[in-house]
């Protein structure tokens, strides 16, 4: 309909100016050939009356001069006749002479220069035209003759002029319009709408065809689509069956057509739920009108393409403000402004719920969880808070999940701990997989929690829990033995908890990377991006992460310090790029935090800077993932030194990126990935020295021996990527619940 509305109003708007060019046109012409015969007819009366009244005049025979001017001033269209002496003094004037006609500087420029003249002046919103005709005595001036000649109706013609063409302008366009708005819709709009519901329909895997009577008069296109989506489908039938056929090959890698093959063998029609604190975006309104922001976490990272492959309903926490924005029930559909895949189902939460909530899984589970010296609050309203949160959560999908036989429900994250066990109880049949994307502490650090007990019955309630490494299910099971009356399975590395049984198990989350190269970014772009953050150094160090507390900056900025002071020669040529981007900023701590990094950071760059040069550029914003790829292409050297991890995405996508190899991993040794990723440089992180031998390591590494170690990366994520992660946890809780 918009692109209707343009193409009308682009030609109405084309007629309009054709029609307004022509009709100025009209009535300038007018105006010049009616005031042409104004003139004329005035000049012939002036210089009738200058011989009648001559004689007259220069006799001083005013009372005969004024005679004559009443006589003549009755005829139609004149304004008013005056007879005017050299001072401009009137001599004889008919009672109708206009004030502004008398006090004209037209009549002495007329006496001075000894010839006729005319103008036109205004008169009580009246366009008069004045002319004045000198009076001899042999050669020389005596008076000046003025006749003023009413002008309006030469201004009502134009205007007459303007009216009709408007008016013709109006129906010719209503009747213009109306043909473009019918032709357009119906002969040209409708057929093609058609050809491109055909078109998504045949893209999407659904059978549509292109042809037919619809779209007759574009034959040569459809014809060309036709055999183009017959090429398409049989691509896709063609990778459909290479992707059953991969089924049977566990050595064979995992696609996103795999998974979705895996999907519809195993789940046999059944939907999945996924459920999360955030969901693939970020929906909010601004001036430019409705956003869609994918969060900076690794979660969504990882889960988004899952959910895009296999489809169903993403639950996430929404906000009552943006309901405007929510979609119906706060559904829309996703991806935004494509195909959709998807359904992102946002739980709106009042202020009070949002932020006990959050405040719980934030200054509580987390750092619980992560065990990096920031010491966990307990509040028991926000404990009160996130136990409500999880019942909206389970009575919503509860009701989404009523007519479905055996739902799969995957929940992410320590957010809902609490709503396995909430949909169990109602819904036994469900099949639960909850994925904790943290660590999992020893049993003596979680054992300070007031709640726990009722937290690990939540997540008991689940069929299986996945953790990103053995020694976090480790640690969950010696947690459950030590909190909860339970039989623990090490056979089967399961829990028993009144009668049912809940696996635990790990899964390396990963990225989605299946051919074996990443995304190359152009190098011009690079260039340009380093340029603007004024970064000339031929080394250049990158590190990706959110301001968070578990990712060690300060400690990692010491480690460039440390890096400079032991290798001088790096000094104005070495730059480490810090991407951090804001975190949980409501938080008091996590605003602490920010400034002892951006303290740190301008300590540094104090002690080393030059006037072009900076060893660490600090950037607090969140970059796209279009921006990062470029950035991770051309990075030496990539520094992942998270004080504590569950798995750390980041050094996978730096890996993924490295198309020529050329680049090093700098890792923690707290970092799941550093289990994974055998040829990065793993280190302390709390050790600076330790972290800067390994950046000069890196730098000064032969290029073979880069190559080598990034190659044998790549393959490690080449064949355990993210669709692998997904089959792998769909299957657990498919086959095991």
Not at 27 to 55: F, G, K, V, W, Y
Not at 400 to 414: F, H, K, N, S, W
Request: proline residues 5%.
């Amino acid at each position: 309909m918009r692109q209707i509305v343009t193409v009308t109003a682009t030609v109405i708007a084309s007629v309009s100016l054709i029609a307004a060019g022509f009709t100025l046109a009209q009535a300038n012409q007018e105006q010049l050939d009616l005031t042409a015969r104004m003139q004329s007819r005035t000049q012939l009366l002036a210089d009738s009356l200058s011989e009648s009244i001559s004689p007259s005049f220069r006799s001083y025979a005013t009372s005969s001069v004024q005679s004559t001017i009443d006589k003549f001033a009755t005829e139609e269209r004149i304004a008013g006749i005056g007879v005017y002496d050299t001072n401009v003094a009137p001599v004889a004037v008919s009672s109708n002479m206009p004030q502004e006609a008398a006090s004209a500087p037209l009549l002495p420029t007329v006496m001075d220069e000894n010839r006729p003249s005319g103008d036109f002046v205004s008169s009580r919103g009246q366009s008069i035209y004045v002319f004045a005709e000198p009076i001899m005595s042999g050669e020389h001036v005596i008076g000046v003759l003025v006749v003023a000649q009413n002008a309006q109706y030469i201004q009502d013609r134009i205007g007459i002029i303007w009216r009709d063409n408007l008016i013709r302008l109006l129906l010719q366009l209503v009747i213009v319009a109306g043909s473009i708005f019918v032709l357009v819709r119906w002969v040209f709009f409708r057929p093609l709408v058609r050809l491109a519901e055909s078109i998504k329909s045949v893209r999407a895997g659904q059978s549509a065809e292109t042809g037919g009577s619809a779209h007759a008069f574009l034959a040569p296109l459809t014809s060309e689509l036709s055999k183009m989506t017959s090429s398409l489908r049989q691509a896709r039938t063609a990778a459909s069956e290479e992707a059953r056929l991969r089924l049977e090959k566990e050595d064979a890698p995992w696609t996103a057509e795999r998974l979705r093959e895996f999907v519809k063998s195993s789940m046999k029609g059944r939907s999945i739920y996924v459920v999360s604190n955030r969901g693939s975006h970020t929906v909010r309104r601004t001036k430019a009108g409705v956003e869609y922001v994918p969060p900076a976490n690794g979660m969504t990272t990882a889960v988004t393409p899952i959910v895009e492959t296999c489809g169903g309903v993403w639950f996430a926490c929404g906000s009552v403000h943006d309901k405007d924005v929510a979609g119906k029930d706060g559904r829309l559909p996703m991806p935004p402004n494509e195909e959709p895949k998807y359904t992102l189902k946002q739980i709106l939460l009042g202020d009070e719920e949002a932020d006990g909530h959050y405040g719980f899984s934030a200054e509580a589970l987390y750092p619980l969880c992560l065990i990096t010296h920031t010491r966990p609050t307990f509040k028991e309203d926000q404990w009160a808070a996130y136990k409500k949160v999880n019942g909206i959560f389970a009575q919503q999908i509860l009701e989404e999940i009523a007519a479905v036989e055996q739902p799969i429900i995957l929940i992410q994250d320590y957010h809902f701990a609490l709503l396995p066990r909430m949909i169990k109880k109602s819904r036994p049949d469900a099949r639960i997989g909850l994925f904790w994307h943290v660590p999992w502490p020893n049993e003596e650090s979680f054992s300070i929690c007031p709640w726990r007990k009722e937290i690990l019955d939540g997540m008991l309630g689940a069929d299986v829990i996945g953790f990103n490494t053995r020694q976090f299910c480790n640690h969950f099971m010696d947690t459950v033995s030590s909190e909860v009356e339970s039989l623990i399975d090490w056979e089967q590395f399961s829990v028993i908890r009144s009668g049912h049984r809940t696996y635990v198990m790990p899964f390396g989350i990963s990225i989605p990377f299946t051919d074996g190269r990443g995304v190359a970014g152009d190098k011009n772009a690079t260039e340009s991006v380093l340029r603007k953050l004024r970064i000339n150094s031929s080394h250049v160090a990158l590190g990706v992460d959110r301001l968070d507390y578990a990712k060690g900056l300060p400690e990692r900025f010491r480690s460039i310090e440390y890096f400079l002071e032991s290798h001088p020669e790096y000094l104005g040529n070495f730059t480490l790029l810090q991407i951090a981007s804001p975190h949980r900023e409501r938080i008091p701590e996590y605003q602490k935090y920010k400034q002892q990094v951006v303290f740190e950071a301008q300590r540094i760059n104090k002690k080393f800077a030059t006037k072009d040069w900076r060893p660490i550029v600090l950037e607090l914003r969140q970059y796209s993932h279009a921006e990062l790829s470029v950035l991770y292409e051309r990075a030496d050297i990539c520094l992942v030194t998270s004080l504590h991890d569950s798995m750390n995405l980041v050094a996978k996508e730096y890996v993924a990126a490295q198309v020529d190899g050329h680049g090093v991993l700098v890792i923690s040794q707290f970092a799941g990935a550093s289990r994974e990723l055998r040829g990065a440089l793993v280190v302390n992180p709390y050790s600076a020295k330790e972290t800067a031998d390994a950046i000069h390591a890196g730098l000064t590494m032969p290029m073979s021996d880069r190559y080598r170690r990034m190659k044998l990366m790549r393959s490690i994520i080449k064949r355990y990527n993210v669709y692998r992660w997904g089959g792998d946890f769909i299957r657990a809780v498919t086959e095991l619940g």
